[in-house]
């Protein structure tokens, strides 16, 4: 294939400008001199050589800033109906050894010094039997990253897929472009497909399905892994790459197909850019495929732009509740007095989340769901997809759409449109409100559903509704769809009925219900142990989980009574599935080590000790928690001078979950225990974070707040950071590691200019 210093561009075609190499296939001859008009001779700045295509790649938004939107672009389909120009029978042979031969031992290899190598002659599997030195920045072969990754695509290994698009995005443009013309059309439809956000989510991802609160952020130390926005720089950068490769096909003439796009808009969703979302959407509503639209690409756009899936918005159920706030002059009027006081309830919980949840499109504090909320966009949808368009209304899609209605909190129309007309379910509407000693009840039609409903309904009227502060009418639904249908309600359902309950009885939630003087949407205390006792008992008998323990003991915790039994009885169940998790993590720790020293180490190796470690640590976390909050909240009497005789024992029996020194509250003032047998933790300032929130001030006039948080990383035994590369092969490192095995934070430097250096005492 030729080189790509023997190519230059002028008005988007290429001429020769030496000679090809010896032995150049004629078909790839014959497609690049008929893009060339007359082969003229022509040149262009030296700049464009090394003019990287990073554009696109953007902090903030990563999707908006597609190029070519606003012209009119030309199209190559990867169908024509012309006869496609003959190709030799070298070229096919040498396509086909880019996807059949797996040798491994001369693809190309990294240079400490930043030097790539050329091959000079091709073998008969595509690879150069010598290669020379160039300078990092020259002309590279182009098609080495492209076969290791098909390689790693046939193999099914998505974490090498991923490597390899590292390196293709280092690529230079005419690199690129080589390989863009060079490879078949079909195979960068699979690498859309090898790296759909689920299969990477699946493979790749070792937080898994768990969120990541605030402090768990700063605790372990989880920079690495969660942006300050928490959201995981594993799909951000997965979607900056994957819009190099999508700016690519469109320069080469190409149009994207509808799997394509559908991958690109999961993970603008699985990177929570609602405006990537709807910028790629334009881009395909503006080319050719704007006619062959079904209702699985509406589906995924839904998804998407509302971000309904879990992952979508990183599992952080705190942001996607409903408040009182939200639903002001929109569902309902609140007085001006209440309206303040729910802004500053929600600047001060704002004050303890950093950027988290947070819009990146503006430069002001501004909630992510805060553009989810209008009942025009998702109703605008609704009726595009349903009444105007003959689409297959499918389960996937209603659902999709009852999520995205409920952001906006339409439950009437869901109660109406979706569940009765296609479920036959009948839902009370929440306002006007119930009596508070008449409970709700739901009516079900004698009608046949039109759509058989499955578990997918199941987990959208838990989100629907939970999200609401209807958990009693969330857990009928549920109810009701199991009996009926004879559907086991599976174990995530339970954990997201149990989280939901927790989240809506608990502040803010029920402080900001109880400002709104809507007390019928607070659960009662007890309610996280109702449901508890339903699904251990038959006909459920659903086995707990870590993650049910953790919302059952914090809902026992926050009750206050004075008798701690069933509290520590219930963390001691808790703490044998972390002993089981840390046998687990011992095993995975052996198995990794034995396949670094060997050399090679699978994708699944790899997965298998990242998830282990990742709950290992979440698991020491939540424990921690707890034995915080009950510290907090141990009983003592006022008028005794003697302390909790509970406290020391309790302090002896969790002490592996205590932090260093150890402080709890007596009845003559505060006791802190130190122990030198135990690592003490070591907080190290990395920064500052200033946010402008938007507040009304006494004269209804809206005003600038300013906020500053501080950046802190703590390095200990249970922080997730990377390990050092030269500790990885030692496995009683890993077990118990030090501080010197962690990659060191990165600290900010605080500069003269900086507004931080003018912030205002406090």
């Not at 290669?131 to 098609?143: D, R």
């Not at 009942?375 to 105007?388: D, G, N, Q, S």
């Not at 199941?458 to 009928?476: C, F, K, L, P, W």
């Not at 709104?516 to 205390?525: D, E, F, G, H, T």
């Amino acid at each position: 294939m030729l080189l790509a210093h023997s190519v230059a561009e002028n008005r988007g075609c290429r001429v020769l400008l030496q000679r090809a190499p010896k032995g150049t296939p004629s078909g790839i001859l014959t497609v690049r001199l008929r893009r060339c008009f007359n082969h003229q001779k022509a040149s262009r700045p030296p700049i464009l050589y090394s003019l990287p295509l990073y554009a696109l790649r953007s902090t903030r938004r990563p999707a908006r800033d597609l190029p070519n939107f606003n012209s009119a672009p030309s199209f190559r389909y990867a169908t024509t109906h012309s006869s496609p120009p003959p190709l030799s029978h070298d070229a096919v042979a040498y396509v086909q050894s880019l996807l059949v031969h797996p040798d491994r031992k001369n693809l190309p290899s990294v240079n400490p010094r930043g030097y790539s190598y050329i091959p000079r002659t091709l073998t008969s599997d595509g690879l150069a039997p010598s290669s020379t030195p160039a300078l990092h920045g020259t002309s590279t072969w182009s098609v080495d990253p492209f076969r290791g990754a098909l390689l790693a695509m046939r193999e099914g290994d998505t974490r090498r897929v991923l490597m390899q698009l590292h390196v293709i995005e280092k690529m230079s443009r005419e690199d690129l472009q080589d390989a863009v013309t060079a490879i078949p059309r079909t195979t960068f439809t699979q690498f859309f497909r090898a790296l759909d956000p689920w299969r990477v989510a699946q493979d790749c991802d070792p937080i898994g399905g768990s969120h990541i609160p605030v402090g768990m952020y700063q605790m372990l130390n989880m920079a690495s892994s969660i942006d300050e926005y928490g959201v995981r720089k594993l799909y951000t950068q997965l979607m900056q790459r994957l819009l190099i490769l999508m700016n690519a096909l469109q320069v080469a003439g190409y149009t994207l197909h509808l799997e394509e796009y559908i991958s690109l808009i999961r993970c603008a969703g699985a990177s929570s850019d609602i405006s990537g979302a709807r910028a790629l959407w334009n881009d395909l509503s503006r080319g050719p495929l704007l006619t062959w639209r079904n209702s699985e690409l509406y589906t995924e756009f839904i998804k998407a732009r509302f971000l309904t899936e879990p992952l979508y918005t990183n599992y952080q159920k705190t942001t996607r509740m409903v408040t009182p706030r939200n639903l002001h002059r929109s569902r309902l009027v609140l007085p001006a007095p209440a309206v303040q006081r729910l802004d500053r309830l929600r600047a001060k919980v704002r004050s303890k989340k950093f950027r988290f949840g947070l819009n990146k499109d503006v430069p002001h504090v501004e909630e992510l769901m805060r553009a989810l909320r209008g009942h025009r966009p998702a109703l605008k949808l609704f009726m595009t997809v349903v009444a105007r368009h003959s689409f297959r209304v499918d389960e996937s899609l209603l659902c999709a759409l009852m999520i995205a209605l409920g952001r906006a909190g339409s439950l009437r129309f869901i109660g109406t449109e979706i569940l009765q007309k296609y479920f036959g379910i009948r839902t009370p509407h929440p306002f006007p409100l119930a009596p508070k000693n008449g409970p709700r009840s739901l009516t079900f039609g004698s009608e046949p559903p039109r759509i058989r409903p499955s578990v997918r309904l199941m987990r959208a009227v838990v989100e629907t509704y939970a999200s609401n502060a209807e958990i009693g009418v969330a857990v009928q639904l549920v109810e009701h769809l199991s009996n009926t249908y004879k559907i086991a309600i599976p174990q995530d359902i339970w954990q997201e009925l149990l989280e939901w309950t927790y989240l809506m009885s608990t502040p803010p939630a029920s402080t900001a219900w109880e400002e709104a003087k809507l007390y019928v949407k607070i659960p009662s205390p007890e309610a996280v142990e109702m449901i508890w006792n339903v699904m251990i008992s038959p006909p459920y008998n659903q086995t707990p989980t870590f993650q049910n323990y953790d919302i059952l003991i914090r809902s026992l915790i926050g009750q206050g009574n004075s008798d701690l039994t069933p509290v520590l009885s219930r963390m001691r169940e808790a703490i044998r599935l972390y002993d089981e998790q840390c046998r687990e993590y011992e095993a995975a720790v052996f198995e990794y080590t034995l396949y670094v020293r060997s050399g090679k180490t699978p994708n699944t190796i790899i997965y298998r000790f990242e998830h282990a470690r990742h709950k290992k640590q979440r698991m020491w976390y939540d424990i921690s928690t707890w034995c915080r909050m009950l510290l907090k909240r141990l009983p003592f009497s006022k008028t005794s001078p003697v302390p909790n005789p509970l406290t020391p024992q309790f302090i002896e029996e969790f002490r592996p979950f205590l932090k260093n020194p150890v402080k709890y509250l007596t009845p003559t003032g505060c006791v802190s225990l130190v122990d030198p047998t135990i690592e003490t933790f070591k907080l190290i300032t990395t920064g500052f974070i200033e946010q402008t929130v938007p507040m009304k001030n006494g004269r209804q006039k809206w005003t600038g707040k300013k906020l500053y948080q501080k950046k802190v990383a703590v390095l200990s035994t249970h922080s997730l950071a990377k390990f050092k590369a030269a500790w990885l092969k030692d496995p009683l490192t890993l077990l118990a590691p030090h501080q010197d095995v962690f990659v060191a934070p990165v600290v900010q430097r605080r500069q003269e200019d900086s507004p931080y250096e003018e912030r205002p005492s406090r």
